[in-house]
């Protein structure tokens, strides 16, 4: 199990990964190419945003990162190289998805396991770590690396409640 930058190699697994990722309003919940775009083209982007490269309006640099095990795309990390203000309030640093057919298998907890690694690579500490009130799961796997909460917060009046918690990667794990 590893964390990659994104790639064409695993492009089939990737497409697989959007189709499960649709709500059950037929939302897709994970980035696919837009249309007329190239996976190839995607992937370039993706990429290119780890340097600041290609961001939409009030977007800041961050680093995507896929978990690949056994050849097979597992799940997204996304780690924000600064915070906006609403980003500190309920986004975080690190996003991570992992696609529905491989949830409760232990994969959450090491897909944020290896982003905080990454980010720590990258200069950031403390990272702040966020999750719905609602989402035990996530809630486990932030505490289950370390995550400290800090509050919860409002998330406007059609969202729930936001957890905050922070997690020291400046020391040893």
């Not at 770590?129 to 996530?138: A, M, R």
Request: glycine share 10%; net charge positive; proline share 4%.
């Amino acid at each position: 199990m590893k964390l990659v930058a994104p790639t064409t190699v695993y492009k089939q697994s990737y497409i697989q990964a959007v189709e499960e990722s649709k709500n059950e309003n037929g939302i897709t919940v994970i980035a696919k190419p837009q249309e007329n775009q190239s996976f190839e083209e995607f992937v370039k982007n993706k990429i290119g945003q780890a340097i600041g490269l290609n961001l939409p309006q009030g977007y800041v640099t961050s680093t995507e990162l896929w978990l690949i095990d056994k050849d097979q795309f597992i799940g997204t990390a996304n780690i924000r190289h600064s915070l906006t203000p609403h980003l500190h309030k309920v986004g975080g640093h690190i996003g991570y998805w992992i696609r529905p057919t491989k949830r409760k298998m232990g994969y959450g907890q090491n897909i944020l396991k290896l982003a905080l690694a990454e980010a720590k690579k990258l200069g950031i500490n403390p990272v702040l770590v966020t999750c719905d009130d609602t989402n035990t799961g996530s809630r486990r796997i932030i505490e289950a690396n370390g995550g400290v909460l800090e509050n919860i917060v409002d998330n406007g009046q059609d969202n729930p409640r936001k957890r905050r918690y922070w997690i020291n990667v400046g020391s040893k794990r």
